[in-house]
Nanobody, 127 residues
Framework: QVQLVESGGGLVQAGGSPRLSCAAS????????MGWFRQAPGKEREFVAA????????AYADSVKGRFTISRDNAKNAVDLQMNSLKLEDTGVYYC????????????????????WGQGTQVTVSS
């Protein structure tokens, strides 16, 4: 079965630059888009970033555009999220997600197309 395992979260000062990683297994990683979502306490899970199967196309939430960068290494079955200039409002549990559509030409910003999820990694931004 598909497994996604996130790492790299923790307590970070505002302005910091942590890097989250997600290791994937259980299917041909290079065929599918990947996404990062986050969920703050008391809020719904929200889209952060996505990358297509080849890494040639990316999408970002407006709130993180210019600060976060998503990338993937298909040889290592991994997708990363480089987070820069962290703000207090970036606090939350960050989830790696796998798209269900092979070689899709579009990137989804909703959870609907992501049936595979990691367990999440907590990122707490302190002032």
């Amino acid at each position: 079965q598909v497994q996604l395992v996130e790492s790299g979260g923790g307590l970070v000062q505002a302005g910091g630059s942590p890097r989250l990683s997600c290791a994937a297994s259980g299917r041909t990683f290079s065929m599918y888009a990947m996404g990062w979502f986050r969920q703050a306490p008391g809020k719904e899970r929200e889209f952060v970033a996505a990358i297509n199967w080849s890494g040639s196309m990316t999408a970002y939430a407006d709130s993180v555009k210019g600060r976060f960068t998503i990338s993937r290494d298909n040889a290592k079955n991994a997708v990363d999220l480089q987070m820069n200039s962290l703000k207090l409002e970036d606090t939350g549990v960050y989830y790696c997600a796998g798209d269900s559509r092979a070689y899709s030409g579009t990137l989804s910003r909703t959870t609907m197309w992501y049936p595979y999820w990691g367990q999440g990694t907590q990122v707490t931004v302190s002032s």
